[in-house]
């Protein structure tokens, strides 16, 4: 005699099943409020950082995420463009968080800050999907920065060498050439993937950085994530985490990813607009204290992973008006590994690259180097900048030669190391070749090249 019980469970199985896989009810809420760029919501959940759907009669779904909260109203910032939206729109959450596309396939492909590509080629092949924000790795677990990395610009290889794993900073104001530094060392760094985030800047540098400083060859081992200033805050701050969490993939796959940012100080002003719009405090210079617990929190993603693979980043920073003490450049300075500067007197007087020795500095450069290249370096340094502080009294003919011996080995030197530190941008100086024009300018013998550098 069959069981009747079992003959109930065999049937009902089937929709036990499906109903074990039905997505949970969804509650859309509705638009209430929408001033500037910030949009409020009733009637709906989501949590900070989650996407919501908005849709109104008549035009496309507008995406918009979560940036805050007030009793039961939910603060949104438009992705896209908010053309067409009205009062009482259906604001829908959605049940999915932001992930980036990731895999083999992005090499040579141009996107937006949604994974979308720009380039007109067909959608990214995506092996696999991961997370804007990233995972956070224990300190103890990432391997030590002790290999240096030749980024085939001699000045930097020589006085301000980097390591494999370093953060660095790229210090500048307007026009003094720190995108043509940058396509330098894009070039000219050996690197398995280069990973390209285009923050808030001009339109037109896009094309111009793709075809003109990476071209095809460089392209082939590129990802460039691109959010242009038109776009929202919030494609722009997803922009800096797509780019970061990329080269995080990468990393984690074992290789050695160039990680080139433009800029950070554009990231921080997004950060801004969102913040002011959602009603935080301004702080220092109008800079809310979120801007300032963001950056650590982006900068830190980069570095050594616990898998083999490294992340060396440079993140350029714009000092609005020449002031290096702007708070976003304060902050960097103080999470960065490094910072190279770029000096606007030197570039009006047509030395390229313009970077200011004596404000700069690399502080794993003792770590990654031998004793012989470190002490060249430091004289190098001492003897440049004892001219510099003397130079009006040396033009004007102030200066007695005899005075002052070290005074006369500057003044001899002067000419050697002010060369050493001019290089065009379609030539590459690789690593021995740094340490042999080094020895030239200080008029000693070659310093003992690294075996451990990357040529």
Not at 109 to 133: F, I, K, N, W, Y
Not at 228 to 254: C, K, N, W
Not at 317 to 339: K, M, S, T, Y
Request: aromatic share 4%; hydrophobic share 40%; proline share 6%.
């Amino acid at each position: 005699m069959l069981d009747r019980g079992a003959i109930w469970k065999a049937g009902l199985e089937p929709y036990i099943e499906r109903a074990a896989q039905a997505q949970p009810l969804v509650v859309a809420g509705k638009l209430t409020r929408m001033v500037g760029l910030t949009l409020e919501a009733i009637g709906c959940q989501a949590a900070i950082g989650g996407r919501c759907m908005i849709e109104s009669t008549g035009t496309n779904p507008v995406e918009a995420e979560v940036v805050g909260f007030h009793d039961d109203r939910l603060y949104l910032m438009p992705i896209g463009e908010l053309k067409g939206l009205g009062p009482d729109a259906r604001v829908i959450p959605a049940p999915s968080a932001c992930e980036v596309p990731v895999g083999e396939g992005l090499l040579g492909r141009v996107l937006d800050g949604a994974g979308r590509p720009l380039d007109g080629m067909a959608p990214v092949r995506a092996e696999q999907h991961v997370s804007l924000t990233g995972h956070a790795i224990n300190p103890l677990a990432r391997a030590l920065i002790r290999e240096p990395l030749d980024v085939g610009v001699a000045a930097i290889n020589g006085l301000l060498s980097v390591g494999r794993g370093q953060r660095m900073g790229l210090f500048a104001g307007s026009g003094v050439g720190k995108s043509v530094l940058l396509g330098m060392m894009t070039r000219y760094t050996n690197a398995d993937v280069i990973v390209v985030g285009l923050i808030g800047e001009r339109g037109r540098e896009v094309k111009e950085f793709v075809q003109k400083i990476l071209g095809e060859e460089g392209l082939a081992r590129s990802v460039v994530v691109a959010t242009p200033a038109d776009t929202s805050p919030v494609m722009r701050l997803h922009g800096a985490m797509m780019a970061t969490s990329i080269a995080e993939y990468f990393r984690d796959q074992g290789k050695h990813v160039l990680l080139l940012m433009d800029s950070l100080t554009r990231y921080a002003q997004a950060q801004r607009e969102v913040a002011l719009a959602i009603g935080e405090p301004p702080a220092t210079k109008g800079y809310p204290p979120s801007v300032f617990a963001r950056l650590p929190q982006l900068v830190e993603r980069a570095g050594n992973g616990d898998r083999g693979g490294s992340i060396t980043a440079f993140y350029t920073v714009l000092a609005e008006g020449d002031d290096q003490n702007d708070p976003i450049a304060d902050a960097a300075r103080a999470i960065l590994d490094g910072h190279i500067v770029l000096s606007r007197e030197l570039a009006d007087a047509g030395q390229y690259p313009a970077i200011d020795i004596e404000a700069s500095i690399s502080r794993v450069m003792v770590d990654v180097v031998e004793p012989e290249h470190d002490q060249a370096a430091r004289r190098f340094k001492q003897i440049y900048s004892l001219y510099r502080q003397n130079r009006d009294l040396i033009h004007v003919g102030a200066y007695q030669r005899g005075s002052d011996p070290r005074v006369d080995e500057s003044i001899a030197l002067y000419p050697q190391l002010s060369r050493f530190l001019q290089q065009p941008m379609q030539q590459q100086v690789d690593w021995n070749e740094s340490l042999a024009g080094l020895a030239t300018a200080l008029g000693t013998t070659p310093v003992p090249a690294d075996e451990r550098a990357t040529a």
